[in-house]
């Protein structure tokens, strides 16, 4: 079993749609979950940053965690066409210096 | 915004050569990283450095790869041999202490294509 599963999309919204994108996982000693935006050719981009289960959010961008069933969400309200993107979410068993687990990434496309 | 910047963008070579990929990480950060995305797979942990020693390496990173901070502000990743398989994106990140998970700042990366 992969560590981190992802469904790669592409997800094709209108503009303004919700967008959940969802990843789950099997390692039950991962506690930080990170969600990154990757544009093409760019690095990835820290959007959410998740300690434990819960809830968390940041302007149209909500993420949520249930390690109960090992599942991390994030969702994007109002959607636009520059949330156009690659959403890749990631995990790590502890917080100080610690390696990221990615899952393969979303591929989201918003169209106007 | 301070960033992580990483040269060049995009670095042709040829099988069985040396490569060198730099990083410039942030400049108060003390723990630094490689990724890399090998086209349509996941980002892959390679190394983490802090202190100037490796903390943690994963398998990809065998006897081929080095990395150094040669001089406090550089930190640079070495392929000895370049092999066909090792054509990826090549990811440095950086993160300061106290900040954890959630602290890291990825570069742009590196395309390398080996030929």
């Known amino acids: 079993q992969k560590e981190v599963e992802q469904d790669p999309g592409p997800l094709s919204v209108p503009e303004g749609a919700i967008v959940s994108l969802n990843c789950t996982y099997s390692n039950s000693a991962f506690q930080y979950f990170m969600w990154y935006r990757q544009y093409s050719r760019k690095g990835p981009e820290l959007l959410m940053y998740t300690y434990s289960s819960g809830n968390k959010e940041d302007g149209r961008f909500t993420a949520q965690v249930d390690k109960s069933s090992k599942y991390i969400s994030l969702f994007i309200r109002d959607s636009q066409p520059s949330d156009s993107a690659t959403y890749l979410c990631a995990m790590s068993a502890s917080g100080e210096y610690s390696t990221l687990t990615f899952g393969k990434g979303t591929m989201l496309l918003v169209s106007p | 915004e301070p960033e992580v910047t990483q040269t060049p963008s995009h670095q042709v070579t040829q099988m069985g050569q040396e490569v060198i990929l730099r990083c410039v990480p942030i400049?108060?950060?003390?723990?630094f990283y490689w990724y890399r995305q090998i086209l349509g797979q996941k980002v892959e942990f390679l190394v983490s450095?802090?202190?100037?020693?490796?903390?943690?390496k994963s398998e990809i990173f065998d006897d081929q790869f080095s990395v150094e901070r040669p001089d406090g502000s550089n930190f640079t990743l070495k392929i000895r041999s370049t092999k066909l398989e090792d054509s990826a994106m090549y990811f440095c990140?950086?993160?300061?202490?106290?900040?954890?998970?959630?602290?890291?700042?990825f570069g742009s990366g590196t395309r390398l294509t080996v030929v």
């Open positions: 450095f802090y202190n100037n020693e490796i903390s943690e």
């Open positions: 990140a950086s993160s300061a202490l106290g900040q954890g998970a959630g602290g890291y700042t």
């Open positions: 400049s108060n950060h003390l723990y």
